[in-house]
């Protein structure tokens, strides 16, 4: 059968969201939290915490609702003329959606900025660190974040018949563990491990290495939250990620 922790399975966007205890985020909050924050906001995590993914489902609701939505992924130098051409594409009322946001130098995140403001859109970014606009989330992976992301993609295979090879590989909670412990918390590079030991067990050809990783959120400064997973705490038991 196909490896349940193949890319098209764990993929930003393709899993749910949840927060720091493998619970289901609610997106729309977070909607209704970045609409309070005027006119950009950052998600904010290391590699591996789950930005893209929150990035992905909060466009995606806000397209559910109507809102015009552009994405845009930054590499490197390059990518910034692309990028300009995605905002002059965004009409007024939209919001670009721009992953990576720290791959701009600063004064192209300043002109990029005021360009939208300009146009009327909203920014919505992520990156490691705060860049200088609010923070509506800061990713903090977890290992029961990681336990409910493996439990859903081995769900979802055994639901397809893959019951007898999820049976076989024998993935349990040491192997997560050690997994989230080897790699420093990376969900990311976690996932990746579990790819690997379940091709190692027999299973079949898989389709390339995961993705996604979950998200953890907690509110920050002013009521704005945090990614990796979203777990929504109080303001006064805010960390850094």
């Known amino acids: 059968m196909t490896n349940p922790f193949a890319t098209r399975f764990t993929r930003p966007g393709v899993l749910a969201s949840r927060d720091a205890g493998g619970e289901p985020v609610d ?3 977070m909607l209704r939290r970045f609409d309070g924050l005027g006119g950009a906001a950052v998600i904010v995590g290391p590699h591996g915490s789950g930005k893209s993914t929150l990035l992905a489902h909060l ?9 015009p939505v552009a994405r845009h992924r930054v590499r490197g130098w390059r990518d910034v003329p692309p990028l300009w051409g995605t905002l002059w594409r965004t009409p007024p009322g939209g919001v670009l959606c721009v992953d990576s946001w720290e791959c701009l130098r600063p004064p192209a995140r300043v002109l990029v900025r005021l360009a939208a403001r300009l146009r009327g859109c909203r920014l919505l970014v992520t990156a490691h660190q705060p860049v200088g606009v609010p923070v509506l989330a800061r990713c903090r992976p977890s290992l029961p974040l ?10 979802r295979a055994e639901a397809c018949g893959g019951a007898e090879a999820v049976e076989r590989a024998a993935i349990g ?32 050809p898989g389709v390339g290495g995961p993705v996604l990783t979950g998200m953890t959120i907690v509110p920050a400064a002013g009521g704005k939250f945090t990614n990796t997973t979203p777990v929504f705490l109080p303001q006064a038991h805010q960390t850094a990620s």
Do not use: C
Request: hydrophobic letters at 45%.
């Open 27 to 29: 997106v729309d909050g």
């Open 59 to 67: 466009a995606a609701a806000i397209e559910r609702r109507g809102g």
């Open 146 to 155: 990681l336990h409910a992301l493996v439990a859903e993609l081995l769900g």
């Open 173 to 204: 909670p040491a192997d997560i563990a050690a997994a989230f412990r080897n790699h420093g918390g990376d969900l990311r590079e976690s996932l990746y491990e579990l790819y690997d030991r379940f091709e190692a067990s027999g299973q079949g």
